[in-house]
Every structure is written in structure tokens, then in C-alpha cells.
């Protein structure tokens, strides 16, 4: 599937990435600067040890990386008013539905505040011209089953969720109140599956904690080996990012709710137990998979799906590796980094993704 992404449009743009330490953040600021643009990253130090971050020297790519907290305000106004950015790629979060049980004050104060701060920002910094807020898949009211449309209702129960879910109103509220007339600045708000990929070191996430298992020779816990969800490469959601962020930017997309599902295809949705299943095979791992008893957290939802014919229809953006080439490209990255500089090793990936 050919990328719609203009290089030409990227090069030389200034652009504030938000959260640039995460996993997430790390493969666009990577991809970023691939296509010539400068970037400024805002984000706390990375939470894990390793991290993509360190390991791809993603510091070195950048004009400017500033360890910073999402919720002082003042700090990053300033910073983003400095950076002179156009555009921005708001990805700093609390981004854990386990971690929110223990910790939901954080969650809230970080996911809600941060992305109020953020959207403050916007509206006062004229020459911003682009903004990309990330919520998450799991701001929809999942108590049916069906496949979300980005106008279905919005809803959620554990602290998590429903901190990405007052993102989505709070969004509301700035478009309708501040952005509505304003033919200068456009917004959006971007809800993806579940994100995998290379480098992906989290805590309490399926794939890290396999091939943690694969050096330990230890079982790995699955919660629920039934969960369904929408698996997906993170170069998939980043791709549609950047398409919105310049249809945004050139003003392509008048008249249309900017909220916007960035999933796989149906076929890509499976279970937990079918990717601990491939993964341990691969690994030559004996995987025990085994739901966990006396939980103190509520279940997560069993089966999580989006509709992404909307970004296919107006964005142009299509789904480009599998489920199982997606999972075969991690296994890739993981030997590949053990004789190779990670950071070649994941261009080498950018470049196969987007026929750079």
C-alpha cells in the first residue's frame, strides 16, 4: 500500500512533540526527523530502563529536548511559544488502565490537565497552526458488541479510560468555544488500537512481558487470553498522524468532526492467547497462559474494535502490515538490535513502512 505522506511538506516544519520519551513518541520524533522536520520534545525522563529513547539516541535528532512535567503550565507555554512550532503532537500521558487503579489522582492530573494546558497553549499561540491531541481506543462506551465509529457514544469506567474520555469533551468544549470560526488553527483528536511495535519496553503490556519471559525462562501471566483488540504496528497510527496533521495544516478538511479511529482491520483484531501463542513459538518459549485469579482490579472489556473507513475515505490512510508481519517485524527488531545501533535498525523499518 503506497504512503500518502508528502516529505516535501514535512522538511524543514517546526514541530513540538509531546511525550517524545515514550515509545510512542520515540518512533515519530524519529520519523520526524527523517523527513527533515525540527523538532522540539517535551516529555518527563523515560520510565523504563531500557527505553527507545536511549537506546535509538532519539536526543540527538532533535533541536531542543526539554524534561519537563505536562501539568506546569507556565513552563510549557513558554517552551512551546520558544520552539516557534507550527505544529504539535500532543502524546504525553499516564497511557496504563492497570497503572491507573494504583495511581488515578496521576492519571487524571496528568491526562486531563495535561491536554487542558496543551489546548490552552494552542489557543493563545497564534502561530500555531496544527494540533494532534491522542486520546485512546477505549474512550468509547463498550457495552455492546460492535465496531466504533468515531460518532459513536463515549464512555468509560476505569480511571484510565475515563480520563482520555474528559479529553474528548474537554476537545469539545476549546472547538465550540474558541476554534469553531478560526480558519488559522486546526485540531484534532486521534484514537488508535493497541499499539506494538520495537522497543516497546512498558511495564504491565503483553509483548514486553513475553520477551522479558524469553531471557528469564519464566511463564508469562495473561490476564485474559480471550481479550480481543485492535493490534497494531505503531507506525500505522503515527502514518495517519502526519497525513491529518498536514491535511489539517493546509485546510483540506472543512466541514468534518475532526475525531478520527486509526485501527487495523477487522482481521487484525485477535486474542491475547493467539499473539502469546505465535510469540512464545517463535521465542522457543514454554508460555503458560493461565487467566489471573483474585484480581484486585475490574476486568478489562473482552472485545475492542474500530471502524477506520473514515480515515481510509478522507485521509487516504490504509492499514500496511498484518497482524502477523506486524508481530514478525518486532521479533526482526529484537534480534536485530543485539548486533546492530537501534537507531538503524529502526529507520531501516520507517523506510520498508513508507517506501522512503
Given amino acids: 500500500m503506497k504512503n500518502n505522506i508528502k516529505a516535501n511538506f514535512w522538511k524543514n516544519k517546526k514541530v513540538f512533540v509531546t511525550g517524545h520519551t515514550g515509545f510512542k513518541g520515540s518512533w515519530l520524533c524519529i520519523i520526524l526527523h527523517m523527513l527533515g522536520a525540527k523538532v522540539t520534545g517535551y516529555s518527563l525522563t523515560p520510565k523504563t530502563k531500557p527505553n ?36 504539535v503532537f500532543h502524546l504525553a500521558a499516564q497511557p496504563l488502565v492497570r497503572y491507573s487503579y494504583l495511581n488515578p489522582k496521576e492519571t487524571f492530573d496528568t491526562n486531563i490537565a495535561g491536554s487542558l494546558n496543551i489546548l490552552e497553549s494552542v489557543r493563545k499561540i497564534k502561530k500555531i497552526k496544527t494540533a494532534v491531541l491522542i486520546t485512546s481506543d477505549k474512550v468509547y462506551d463498550n457495552k455492546l458488541n460492535k465496531v466504533f465509529k468515531e460518532n459513536d457514544t463515549l464512555g468509560g469506567l476505569d480511571p484510565y479510560s475515563s480520563s482520555k474520555v474528559c479529553i474528548e469533551f474537554l476537545f469539545s468544549s476549546y472547538i465550540n468555544s474558541f476554534f469553531i470560526n478560526n480558519s488559522r488553527q486546526k485540531l484534532a483528536t486521534v484514537r488508535a488500537g493497541n499499539v506494538i511495535g520495537g522497543g516497546d519496553y512498558s511495564q504491565d503490556r503483553l509483548i514486553p512481558d513475553i520477551f522479558k519471559s524469553s531471557k528469564k525462562f519464566k511463564h508469562v501471566l495473561i490476564r485474559n487470553p480471550k481479550s480481543t483488540r485492535p493490534w497494531q ?116 523499518q520507517i523506510k520498508e513502512f513508507l517506501n522512503l
Fill in 52 to 87: 527507545l529513547y536511549n537506546l535509538a539516541s532519539v536526543k540527538s535528532l532533535l533541536q531542543k529536548s526539554i524534561i519537563a512535567d505536562i501539568n506546569n503550565y507556565q513552563n510549557l507555554f513558554n517552551e512551546i511559544k520558544k520552539s516557534n512550532a507550527e505544529i
Fill in 233 to 348: 504496528h505503531v507506525l500505522e497510527p503515527l502514518t495517519g498522524y502526519l497525513i491529518l496533521a498536514e491535511k489539517l495544516f493546509n485546510n483540506k478538511l472543512k466541514g468534518i468532526n475532526q475525531n478520527w479511529n486509526f485501527g487495523p482491520n477487522i482481521e487484525s483484531c485477535k486474542p491475547v492467547k493467539y499473539i502469546a501463542t505465535k510469540l512464545a513459538k517463535s521465542l522457543n518459549l514454554k508460555l503458560i497462559i493461565k487467566s489471573e485469579k483474585n484480581s484486585s482490579f475490574k476486568k478489562e472489556t473482552i472485545l475492542l474494535r474500530l471502524n477506520n473507513s473514515k480515515s481510509k475515505r478522507l485521509l487516504k490512510w490504509h492499514p500496511k502490515w498484518s497482524l502477523d508481519e506486524s508481530l514478525d517485524k518486532i521479533i526482526e527488531w529484537n534480534k536485530q538490535i543485539k548486533k546492530n545501533n537501534p537507531l538503524d535498525v529502526t529507520k531501516k
